[in-house]
């Protein structure tokens, strides 16, 4: 079981991560690295039983919405 101090602690800190990814540009390095992140913390906590598999698709999509609005800001193409 998970101490719910620890996973509280933590989802915050993706929050801090996922809203300064949101400050970013696609033309930044920043931009990159705080997708890294949010990527491998999603991962991390879902290995450590800190999240479930259907909390890492929140997350996931929480990081897509914002992917989705640079793109719309930048007027970047998504994937085909």
Known sequence: MVDENLKASELERFA???ENFAKTNPGEEMYYRFHG?????????????VI???GAVKLHQQM?????????????????
């Open 16 to 18: 801090r991560n996922l």
């Open 37 to 49: 992140i949010l990527e491998g913390q999603i991962v991390t906590l879902e290995c450590c039983g």
């Open 52 to 54: 479930t598999s259907q």
């Open 64 to 80: 897509a919405e914002v992917v989705r609005s640079k793109r719309v800001a930048t007027q970047q193409p998504g994937p085909v």
